[in-house]
């Protein structure tokens, strides 16, 4: 199933490896999608003391453009024979000229290489955590080098229920997602899938501290109630995948499920370590139709925690507070 007709790739000079361009192109391939491949330069700037858009500044631009063009041409040359690559450059902030051209031509999916790629303590730069805050298609950032094929896909939903009723569709139909996308890629990928949904029960501390121990009877009652609850959700959320990508092919990916109590900002990272996952597939927003409105603290904490590569995904119907006219 192709889940993809419009890739944009973001040419990163100082961290994009031949094994990345390899997957991108790829994955194109397998999509049977449209492919450009952006680079983003900076303005200009010649110093103390000279006008910004004068004759000098606009010069040095023009020399950068050039050169900048160059390289971005010979990156694509030996993927020319394989697939048609659209070549662009933009000037200005990264990320804010990246979701242009995601918002004027209507790409569905981002890629590029981290900024840093200090994986063992992992951080994204500032124009990441922008990108993946705002932008309003998929981002993929993909760690560099890149493998031929990913072993283990974590996908990571959210299936508690005490969301308000409009949240509670959108992270429904969120939660799909990313498990269709974690589906497909892994059958692609031939990878293990692994499913985790993390949960705290509401009141759990309260109950613990409030209620003398001969209610502790009740208390684990109330936990094992919510536990099944947890449960129930999750295979209705495969169920519904399953039903929907082919039970032949689901049956021949064998999810393994987590369902882990505690938190998800703790707990997800955690379990991405144990098992080695070269990718994580998550959700980034809960909400929708309210610019501005970007990430959410677990989703944030776990975004830098991770050490691998993560496809990070937003519900339909979110707006993007970065827009085509400055």
Same mark, same amino acid.
């Given at each position: 199933?192709?889940?993809?007709?419009?890739?944009?790739?973001?040419?990163?000079?100082?961290?994009?490896?031949?094994?990345?361009?390899?997957?991108?192109?790829?994955?194109?391939?397998?999509?049977?999608?449209?492919?450009?491949?952006?680079?983003?330069?900076?303005?200009?700037?010649?110093?103390?003391?000279?006008?910004?858009?004068?004759?000098?500044?606009?010069? !040095? +631009?023009?020399?950068?453009?050039? =050169?900048?063009?160059?390289?971005? *041409?010979?990156?694509? $040359?030996?993927?020319?024979?394989? %697939?048609?690559?659209?070549?662009?450059?933009?000037?200005?902030?990264?990320?804010?000229?990246?979701?242009?051209?995601?918002?004027?031509?209507?790409?569905?999916?981002?890629?590029?290489?981290?900024?840093?790629?200090?994986?063992?303590?992992?951080?994204?730069?500032?124009?990441?955590?922008?990108?993946?805050?705002?932008?309003?298609?998929?981002?993929?950032?993909?760690?560099?080098?890149?493998?031929?094929?990913?072993?283990?896909?974590?996908?990571?939903?959210?299936?508690?229920?005490?969301?308000?009723?409009?949240?509670?569709?959108?992270?429904?139909?969120?939660?799909?997602?990313? !498990? +269709?996308?974690?589906?497909?890629? =892994?059958?692609?990928?031939?990878? *293990?899938?692994?499913? $985790?949904?993390?949960?705290?029960? %509401?009141?759990?501390?309260?109950?613990?501290?409030?209620?003398?121990?001969?209610?502790?009877?009740?208390?684990?009652?109330?936990?094992?109630?919510?536990?099944?609850?947890?449960?129930?959700?999750?295979?209705?959320?495969?169920?519904?995948?399953?039903?929907?990508?082919?039970?032949?092919?689901?049956?021949?990916?064998?999810?393994?499920?987590?369902?882990?109590?505690?938190?998800?900002?703790?707990?997800?990272?955690?379990?991405?370590?144990?098992?080695?996952?070269?990718?994580?597939?998550?959700?980034?927003?809960?909400?929708?139709?309210?610019?501005?409105?970007?990430?959410?603290?677990?989703?944030?904490?776990?975004?830098?925690?991770?050490?691998?590569?993560?496809?990070?995904?937003?519900?339909?119907?979110?707006?993007?507070?970065?827009?085509?006219?400055?």
């Amino acid at each position: 199933m192709n889940r993809f007709e419009n890739i944009l790739y973001v040419l990163n000079g100082k961290n994009h490896h031949q094994s990345v361009l390899e997957r991108v192109v790829t994955l194109a391939e397998n999509n049977q999608a449209r492919l450009t491949f952006l680079s983003i330069l900076e303005p200009v700037n010649v110093g103390f003391g000279m006008p910004e858009d004068g004759p000098i500044s606009a010069d !040095l +631009e023009a020399t950068f453009i050039e =050169a900048q063009m160059q390289k971005l *041409e010979t990156s694509v $040359v030996p993927f020319r024979t394989r %697939i048609n690559i659209q070549t662009k450059l933009r000037v200005g902030t990264q990320f804010l000229e990246i979701i242009r051209e995601v918002l004027q031509n209507g790409h569905d999916l981002v890629i590029k290489v981290p900024e840093t790629q200090d994986w063992l303590n992992m951080q994204f730069g500032s124009e990441d955590m922008h990108l993946l805050r705002k932008c309003p298609c998929p981002v993929w950032l993909i760690k560099s080098p890149a493998p031929k094929t990913y072993r283990r896909i974590l996908a990571a939903v959210d299936v508690g229920d005490t969301h308000p009723t409009a949240e509670q569709r959108s992270r429904d139909e969120l939660n799909q997602r990313i !498990l +269709e996308l974690a589906s497909s890629l =892994a059958l692609s990928n031939f990878s *293990e899938l692994h499913i $985790v949904h993390a949960f705290e029960a %509401i009141g759990e501390n309260m109950l613990h501290e409030e209620l003398p121990l001969m209610y502790e009877e009740a208390v684990n009652t109330f936990l094992q109630h919510e536990k099944q609850k947890r449960e129930a959700s999750l295979d209705s959320l495969i169920h519904r995948v399953s039903n929907k990508l082919g039970e032949e092919a689901f049956s021949y990916l064998k999810p393994r499920t987590h369902l882990i109590k505690g938190g998800a900002r703790k707990e997800i990272p955690a379990l991405a370590r144990q098992l080695e996952v070269d990718l994580i597939v998550m959700g980034t927003v809960a909400r929708t139709g309210i610019p501005g409105f970007i990430i959410g603290n677990s989703a944030e904490a776990i975004l830098n925690q991770i050490e691998c590569s993560v496809l990070a995904l937003k519900p339909r119907g979110f707006v993007s507070p970065v827009t085509l006219i400055e």
